[in-house]
């Protein structure tokens, strides 16, 4: 496998959204394995009878990302960021599949970890959480930004507060204060102790 110094991967990201496929073959090799632990570590809080799998969920993530308009990426951060917009859709995606082939029984529930503000053990409807963050995005969507960023992106404090262009310290408030809002809100529908 050809190795690249962050500096050559911002280069083909960049080369990706002016619309260079090749850039796009060249770069998948190299981003592949950190997107499968990202969907992976995802896929781990979900109930044991979800039926995604790691590599399908970064196929169709990358099918999806493919089938986008270019986008202009200045670094690895901004990457990660959209290809967590995506897995998040895929997932609420085939969450409401599920849901509508069963007529309105069992929701496909998630592990939401210690993050969102819920013991490990906790499931919580990701269709609810999807509602939620979207109650979050009208009225502040930065916050709801950060957490599609750290829960469904898997990015660290530094790498949000670098994609977002804030402080860690930033970041780390307003992780706490989504993470306080969300709990609230899917408590009310009881979504987040069931």
């Not at 799998?53 to 493919?66: D, F, G, I, K, S």
């Not at 960021?81 to 859709?89: D, E, F, M, S, T």
């Not at 408030?173 to 009310?188: H, T, Y």
Request: aromatic share 8%.
């Amino acid at each position: 496998m050809e190795t690249l110094s962050p500096k050559d991967v911002t280069q083909l990201l960049q080369a990706w959204g002016e619309g260079n496929q090749a850039a796009l073959e060249r770069l998948l090799p190299l981003v592949y394995d950190e997107l499968r632990r990202l969907a992976r570590s995802y896929l781990r809080r979900q109930s044991a009878n979800h039926s995604l799998q790691p590599t399908a969920l970064v196929h169709e993530a990358y099918l999806r990302m493919v089938d986008r308009e270019p986008f202009t990426f200045t670094n690895r951060a901004q990457f990660f960021g959209l290809a967590a917009q995506v897995i998040r859709g895929i997932l609420v995606d085939h969450a409401r599949t599920n849901l509508a082939e069963k007529r309105g029984g069992a929701f496909q529930k998630v592990e939401l970890d210690d993050a969102l503000g819920v013991s490990q053990g906790k499931d919580v409807d990701l269709i609810a959480l999807d509602d939620a963050l979207q109650g979050l995005a009208a009225f502040d969507p930065h916050r709801s930004r950060v957490v599609e960023l750290r829960y469904f992106g898997g990015l660290t404090i530094e790498e949000t507060a670098e994609f977002l262009k804030c402080s860690p310290a930033t970041i780390k408030r307003d992780w706490s204060i989504a993470r306080a809002w969300l709990f609230n809100e899917m408590s009310k529908t009881g979504a987040a102790e069931q």
